[in-house]
């Protein structure tokens, strides 16, 4: 299984990015994805999570300008990020929680990540 996420670059305060994460390979099912970030000096966070069953949430640090949505059918996750602020700057990282055809439990993969800076 591979993720691989796009959209990250760099963006004026209080301007919006859209990042996009794409599962690929022998996939069953997948009951979760999820974005995190990292920061420079900082502890890779959670930033927004959609369950299986249409669950969504994010952390209260981007609620009400980040969204997560979710395709099953293509197996992508994004996330609209708007009123971006210097503070969002960091690799942000693609998370899928996947059964695959060879597998009899579920398996946590991670994308490579895209750097996002919001920079005037």
């Known amino acids: 299984v591979q993720l691989q996420a796009s959209g990250g670059g760099l963006v004026q305060p209080g301007g919006s990015l859209r990042l996009s994460c794409a599962a690929s390979?022998?996939?069953?099912?997948?009951?979760?994805m999820r974005w995190y970030r990292q920061a420079p000096g900082k502890q890779r966070e959670l930033v927004a999570a959609s369950i299986s069953g249409g669950s969504t949430n994010v952390v209260d640090s981007v609620k009400g300008r980040f969204t997560i949505s979710r395709d099953n059918a293509k197996n992508t996750v994004d996330l609209q990020m708007n009123s971006l602020k210097p503070e969002d700057t960091a690799v942000y990282y693609c998370?899928?929680?996947?059964?695959?055809?060879?597998?009899?439990?579920?398996?946590?993969?991670w994308g490579h990540g895209t750097l996002v800076t919001v920079s005037s």
């Open positions: 998370n899928a929680v996947v059964k695959e055809k060879s597998g009899v439990s579920y398996s946590d993969y």
């Open positions: 390979g022998s996939i069953v099912s997948i009951s979760s």
